[in-house]
């Protein structure tokens, strides 16, 4: 029998593909994350000073990058990472890579419990590898950004489109056992909340080409449009609930970050700006070039596995199985897979990581062609092989995420920033209250806070008042000579500085003090007696360090009214509210020591 007509087994355990892809993911998570931070690489900042903006300024429901920019995507990332990042109080590599793990991890699962139903438990334990040990994947395993995710949640939903669609239903004891299509609608809501609902046209482009696999009709059938209604319903009620929620809340610019320059921008290109500058033509030529990228980005970043994706596609064209099961699985893929291809060629905003959520299809297609031709070997011998393709993709980590970057440009100006961090903690300077002016935002997520960026004209009113006070700046000899102008009493000094940030402070000398001034939003602090903490869920905390009484200046320095919350570490708590341009003083008892 030729190679693809062998039907296996159906319905086999998945149990072991689950467990191997539950392994081979730990292991390549583990290895990423002892591995150099690449924060500084493929644009990770933004969802790190996203999940910063909820942790530190309860802003669940749209968030806020360190420039006070709207977030570009929905908020499930964020929220997702925010959890661990609650317990931890930081925002490190493990935080951000959580919602990435899972992405993998879901898309694993969901992969194996499908092709092992149809296709055998080697496919599957086949399927999972090929999924998970591609770089395409590799690299997103922990990557700050929402691809993963998004793949994982995209994969499942379609996976759960082919279940319903191709299982029959039933009338047992006058109730009808439902298809699962509530399933499907509750995790494509989560895909769309996510990176968008472009992942409702990837999960059911594949089921234009199984029409012939649906169930006969019968009375149960017809009673399938509740289910599509209910499943609807709670889509919309995510979705649309969150979309309008948030567009209430930050009004315009919500509507013309999300809908005009992610959305529309990269769907028409109008969001690049090197094409403000070239002919119609040379635009023209330029979208015809990008429509065989993903095609090739996709036999590159997937590499092995895209060529036996391909064959098993080729195959399944000119030569469908006979098992109908299988047949309407592998049909399903090609066009998911086709159809994913399509939509992100045409696209002109192009990269490998997009091609993520549409990999699975390969993956799945690939199992199956592989899957066929060794199905003559015997146990051990393919155990030695899923041993052999999991040490190959440990080793491809090591040697492009452990040895590689270690000379990259980016990983040397993180080293830089990271040190002038530690100098600035060797110079006992509260980094908590080190107010941002301008500078890699990486320093301040260093600093484990999210404050918001300060202008120069503040940064001098600060740094010219009696208490010590900190800025961060790029720009340090600059605001030194603005400090010296405006005030002839008054100097400033770099206390830290290096190439990519410094730190100026109104004092020479950073001795441990507890009277320190920082600006926050139109709120300028002084504290005496006591240190300021990285704030947490929108709530000021006030570390205390002696028996002594602390006291908080707080002066508004807008022309509306502000409310602040504080929590002191010896348990008090309050809020206080300050009218326009007035300062209210927060007082709060030592407790004698024991």
Not at 4 to 12: C, Q, R, Y
Not at 260 to 287: F, I, M, Q, Y
């Amino acid at each position: 029998m030729p190679p693809g007509d062998s039907i296996p087994k159906p319905s086999a355990p998945s149990r072991p593909a689950i467990l191997l892809a539950l392994l081979t993911i730990a292991l390549i998570v583990t290895l990423r994350l002892t591995g150099p931070w690449n924060i500084l690489d493929n644009d990770q900042l933004r969802p790190h000073a996203y999940i910063q903006d909820i942790i530190r300024n309860s802003n669940w429901l749209v968030q806020h990058d360190w420039t006070g920019e709207v977030a570009s995507k929905p908020p499930l990332y964020a929220w997702i990472g925010a959890l661990p990042a609650l317990l931890t109080d930081r925002v490190g590599p493990l935080e951000l890579a959580i919602p990435s793990a899972l992405g993998v991890l879901i898309a694993a699962v969901a992969i194996a419990l499908t092709t092992a139903h149809i296709l055998g438990t080697r496919a599957a334990c086949i399927a999972t590898l090929a999924f998970i040990a591609t770089p395409i994947i590799i690299k997103q395993s922990t990557l700050a950004r929402t691809d993963a995710l998004y793949a994982g949640l995209t994969t499942a939903a379609a996976l759960l489109a082919f279940r319903a669609y191709t299982r029959p239903r039933s009338i047992s004891d006058g109730r009808v056992r439902g298809a699962g299509w509530w399933e499907f609608w509750l995790v494509a809501a989560l895909a769309t909340l996510t990176k968008g609902p472009l992942a409702i046209v990837l999960a059911l482009a594949g089921l234009l080409f199984i029409r012939s696999a649906r169930p006969p009709r019968s009375d149960s059938h017809k009673r399938r449009w509740p289910e599509h209604l209910m499943g609807i319903a709670l889509f919309l009620a995510l979705t649309a609930g969150w979309f309008a929620a948030a567009w209430l809340h930050e009004d315009q610019p919500f509507i013309d970050k999300v809908l005009g320059r992610e959305l529309l921008g990269h769907v028409t290109g109008a969001s690049k700006e090197h094409l403000d500058n070239t002919s119609t033509v040379d635009a023209l030529l330029h979208w015809l070039a990008g429509l065989f990228k993903p095609t090739l980005y996709l036999l590159y970043h997937a590499a092995p596995w895209s060529i036996f994706a391909l064959l098993a596609l080729v195959r399944t064209i000119r030569r469908p199985p006979e098992d109908a099961r299988r047949r309407a699985l592998e049909r399903f893929c090609t066009g998911w897979l086709i159809v994913g291809l399509i939509i992100f060629s045409i696209v002109p905003h192009q990269r490998p990581d997009l091609l993520s959520p549409i990999w699975a299809p390969g993956a799945i297609l690939a199992a199956s062609f592989l899957a066929s031709l060794i199905e003559s070997w015997s146990g051990p011998r393919a155990r030695l092989a899923s041993a052999s393709t999991v040490v190959a993709s440990l080793a491809f980590t090591i040697v492009v995420y452990h040895i590689a970057p270690r000379r990259a440009d980016h990983m040397q100006r993180k080293e830089e920033i990271h040190a002038a961090f530690e100098e600035s903690l060797a110079r006992d300077v509260p980094t908590a209250m080190i107010t941002p002016l301008d500078g890699p935002y990486l320093f301040t997520a260093f600093c484990n806070t999210l404050p918001p960026r300060i202008t120069e004209d503040q940064a001098v009113q600060l740094l010219v008042g009696n208490a010590p006070a900190f800025v961060s700046t790029n720009r340090p000899d600059e605001l030194i000579r603005r400090v010296r102008a405006h005030s002839d009493s008054r100097r400033a000094y770099a206390i830290v500085r290096t190439d990519q940030i410094s730190v100026v402070s109104n004092t020479s000398e950073a001795a441990p003090t507890d009277s320190v001034a920082a600006l926050h939003d139109a709120l300028l602090l002084e504290t005496a007696g006591c240190r300021l903490l990285p704030p947490r869920l929108g709530t000021l905390r006030i570390q205390q360090s002696t028996a002594a009484t602390a006291v908080i200046a707080v002066r508004n320095l807008s022309d509306t009214r502000q409310s602040i919350h504080w929590r002191a570490t010896t348990g008090e708590r309050g809020t206080v509210s300050i009218a326009p341009f007035a300062e209210s003083i927060v007082t709060i008892p030592g407790r004698p020591a024991p």
